[in-house]
């Protein structure tokens, strides 16, 4: 890993986050009257709390919601068939696992076939 690499990865994440908030805003606090502009209201009215981050590569997106002073808890995922950055994650105090979602997908998709096949024969 490069110390540029690094660099681009934060601020791209930086750039959009402050993106992806302003778009998700009205829906994120639907039950406040927030404005443009104004400070993001606390907790009970935040109702995005929870990200899964599929992809993590860095941390960047954590890190990014973090140095935005969002509020949300966000589960780091390293896929297996990529590179091992769970350390460096793990390593800035952030929550992470390795997973491979091809073969969790994979299956889900053959047991809902079976199913539907199952369904089809017997229903």
Excluded: C, T
């Excluded at 998700?24 to 443009?36: A, N, Q, T, V």
């Excluded at 109702?47 to 899964?52: G, P, S, W």
């Excluded at 793990?90 to 997908?105: I, N, P, Q, S, T």
């Amino acid at each position: 890993m490069q110390s540029d690499e690094f660099a681009e990865d934060s601020e791209s994440w930086r750039a959009s986050v402050r993106n992806y908030w302003s778009l998700l805003s009205p829906l994120i606090f639907s039950d406040h009257p927030k404005r443009p502009g104004d400070e993001d209201p606390p907790p009970p009215y935040n109702m995005l709390r929870n990200v899964l981050d599929m992809n993590s590569h860095f941390g960047g997106f954590n890190s990014a919601l973090l140095h935005a002073g969002k509020s949300v808890w966000v589960m780091n995922v390293v896929p297996l068939d990529g590179p091992n950055y769970l350390p460096l994650i793990l390593d800035r105090g952030y929550v992470g696992v390795m997973h491979d979602w091809y073969f969790k997908l994979l299956s889900l998709i053959l047991e809902f076939h079976d199913s539907l096949f199952a369904l089809f024969l017997f229903g």
